[in-house]
Each structure stands twice: as structure tokens, then as C-alpha cells.
């Protein structure tokens, strides 16, 4: 029976979630078959990437913040006054972009794809947008946050992989993101030229809402200068679309198969965690986490709606941003999703406090209650698509 119901899924709605996100041409070196040298050679490129990350944060971005594709989309949807929140035109966003798009153009594998759920992965990484806001931080910045020694973030952590068990569980009852399919190339560069238009725009002066072009550090969010923003942004694109890394499916690889993608996001905190201690910017401890807040309850939860959005959806935000960049239309989707996400948490008060020296900060009612509302729809809509596959046609 398992067998049919796998079969008749695959004739509904094209292979598995993997397979149709990545097809064999197209995969990392985390992801397909490759030797173990390359893996290992992947999960290296992890550890300076960690460490990249950090230079980012020493450089000016926020604590635990290096890279960020939740919370660098929220700055950019307040650029476009879409919020009154953060507003800042992050150039790691058209960075990571460019450098997965220059990646897939070099080994001549730049493809257009599209047709996977678009409206569905819109909804869910709008949900999972909520949820990182809730935490403070999408699945990266997690592992940021782990490598900095913020124990919140550790407390939290099983709420992540659960996330993600969940998804898992309706995927082998038959749950699909469903099948992309070749497209013009056109439609594959869409994603990375409206990615990377807002920053083209901001170069030439347009006045969006944040600092200006060339304005002092001190005005608006904190942030690295421009230009190391932009060029290590480059770097961590290329080196994510090389090596396929996603950290959604390292958490996946918790319940079985290759461990490899959990070997790189190991390498990644490692990295993280050795370079916060070189530039002085590692602290273990509950209190006095940048942009972070001890709530262990509604941090736990959070995690957990992002972490089934993200498995469901296809990828972190950081991901969405790398195959988008790739080629992957609905990807874009999910990178619009988020924006959107993101500006509905801010409108409606559903970000949470970040604790400092006066208040312990925390989730706030709208957003605790936002979290469950959320996870609840999510569960509901992945059951129906799993009852749906199982339906013989």
C-alpha cells in the first residue's frame, strides 16, 4: 500500500520534495552523489563561512547577525515602507543572490524553473516570516546565535528540529511541494534582477526609507559598510550554491539519511564561534544577547512553526534567497512571501522585544497567539495535501 500511495503521489504531483527542488544536474555538493572528498571539501567551505559570518557582525552588522535572510528581508520591506519596523536596503540580499546566479552561470548551470506550489510557498514562508520575527531570527541566524553562545538559542533549538520531524512525518504520508518544470531562462532571472533593483535603486539615490547611501554608520539599523556587506554577501551566495546547503535539510538529516548537511551546519557554528571569540564578540550566557530575549517557551514554539514552513516551503530563507538567485521562479515567490510575512508582523505587533538593560523583552500576546494560529493552519494544510496524494485518481 505504502508503495502505491508513494507511486500515485509521484504521478500527481512529480517526485519528492528534494528531487524536484533540485534536480541531479543542478545539485550541490552537499546534495546527490558525490565522492567524500567533495563533502568534506563542502563542509570546509561551511566552517570559513561561519567565520565569514562573523566578520560581517565585527564589521558593523548586528550581534548574531552576520547573515540573516529574515531579518535582512524585514529591513528591505521597510525600505519600501512597508512596515514602520527596521528599514535599511541590505546589500547581502542582492549579494547572496548574485553570487548563487554567478555560481550557476560559471558551472553552466543556470536553468529556469518554476510551477512548484508558487501560491503555497508564498503563504507558508510568510508564516515562517512571523515565526523568525517571534525568535528573532531565521534558521542561519539560529546558527549564529548558537555559535555566539547564546544559550536562548540552544534551549530553542529542539523546537527547530521538531519543526521539521513534523513536516517530515506528512511528507511520508505523502505530502509534496510538487514538481518544478523547466522555463525560459528569462523567468529564472526575474528572481535575482528584483532582488537586486532595490540596491541599484538605492545606488542612484532613490530615497527609501532607512539611511541614505553613504549616511553614517550611526543612522538607522547597524550594519557593515556597504561594499564588505555586498562582496562577502557574493562570496557566502557562491559558496551556498555550491555546496547546496540549506539548514532545514540538516536538521532533516537528524531523522535519517546522510549526515553530511549536519556535519556543515556543525562546521558552520564552529566556524561562527571561533571567529566571534577572535574579534571579542562571544558570550555564553542567557542574559545579554544581542537582539535576542529569554521567553524559552514562545522561542521554542517559534522555531517549531519555522521549522515545518521551512521544510514545507522548500528551504530557510537563506535558501529561498540562494534558488532564487539559481533560477528558481518560486523561490522569488517565497522571498515575496517573506517580505510580506515580515510586514504583517510589524503592522500587527507581532515581533517580539529583544531583551536590554531595562526589560527582559519577549513574545508579545499578538505574536504568541499568532505562532499557534499559524502552526495550526500549516498542520491543517499539509494533512489535506497528504489526504489528497493518498486519493487514488
Not at 168 to 176: D, I, N, P
Not at 284 to 310: E, S, Y
Request: include cysteine; glycine fraction near 16%.
Amino acid at each position: 500500500m505504502r508503495t502505491d500511495i508513494g507511486t500515485r503521489r509521484q504521478e500527481r504531483f512529480g517526485p519528492t520534495r528534494a528531487a524536484s527542488l533540485c534536480p541531479r544536474h543542478d545539485r550541490g555538493m552537499l546534495r546527490g552523489e558525490h565522492p567524500k572528498a567533495t563533502r568534506v571539501l563542502a563542509v570546509a567551505i561551511l566552517l570559513l563561512l561561519g567565520v565569514l559570518a562573523a566578520g560581517l557582525v565585527a564589521a558593523g552588522n548586528p550581534g548574531n547577525m552576520g547573515l540573516c535572510g529574515a531579518c535582512f528581508l524585514r529591513d528591505l520591506a521597510g525600505a519600501l515602507r512597508l512596515h514602520q519596523g527596521p528599514s535599511l536596503v541590505r546589500p547581502e540580499v542582492a549579494g547572496i543572490a548574485l553570487g548563487a546566479l554567478a555560481w550557476s552561470l560559471l558551472r553552466g548551470r543556470h536553468v529556469g524553473r518554476s510551477g512548484s506550489h508558487a501560491v503555497a510557498r508564498f503563504f507558508l514562508c510568510a508564516a515562517m516570516a512571523v515565526g523568525a520575527l517571534v525568535f528573532l531570527g531565521c534558521p542561519f541566524r539560529l546558527l549564529q546565535r548558537l555559535g555566539g553562545g547564546d544559550l536562548n538559542a540552544w534551549l530553542a533549538l529542539p523546537g527547530f528540529v521538531i519543526g521539521v520531524g513534523v513536516a517530515l512525518f506528512f511528507e511520508r504520508r505523502g505530502y509534496s511541494l510538487g514538481k518544478t518544470s523547466e522555463v525560459a531562462s528569462p523567468v529564472g532571472l526575474l528572481g535575482p534582477i528584483a532582488l537586486l533593483a532595490p540596491l541599484v535603486a538605492w545606488w542612484c539615490g532613490v530615497a527609501f526609507a532607512g539611511p541614505a547611501l553613504g549616511a553614517d554608520a550611526g543612522t538607522g539599523p547597524a550594519r557593515a559598510p556597504w561594499a564588505i556587506a555586498f562582496g562577502l554577501a557574493l562570496l557566502a551566495g557562491g559558496a551556498l550554491s555550491a555546496t547546496g546547503f540549506c539548514a532545514i535539510s540538516a536538521a532533516r538529516s537528524v531523522f535519517g539519511g546522510s549526515r553530511w548537511m549536519l556535519f556543515a551546519a556543525f562546521a558552520f557554528v564552529v566556524g561562527y564561534a571561533v571567529a566571534a571569540m577572535a574579534t571579542g564578540r562571544f558570550h555564553t550566557g542567557f542574559d545579554g544577547q544581542p537582539i535576542a530575549h529569554a521567553d524559552w517557551l514562545w522561542n521554542t514554539i517559534a522555531l517549531t512553526l519555522v521549522g515545518a514552513c521551512g521544510a514545507f516551503a522548500g528551504g530557510c530563507p537563506v535558501r529561498q534567497i540562494v534558488m532564487a538567485g539559481e533560477g528558481n521562479g518560486d523561490a522569488m515567490v517565497g522571498c515575496a512571501g517573506l517580505v510580506f510575512g515580515a510586514a504583517i508582523a510589524h503592522g500587527f505587533g507581532l515581533v517580539s522585544t529583544a531583551a536590554n538593560a531595562s526589560a527582559a523583552g519577549g513574545a508579545s500576546a499578538n505574536g504568541a497567539t499568532a505562532v499557534v494560529v499559524l502552526l495550526a493552519l500549516v498542520l491543517v494544510y499539509a494533512q489535506s495535501m497528504s489526504r489528497r496524494a493518498a486519493t487514488p485518481a
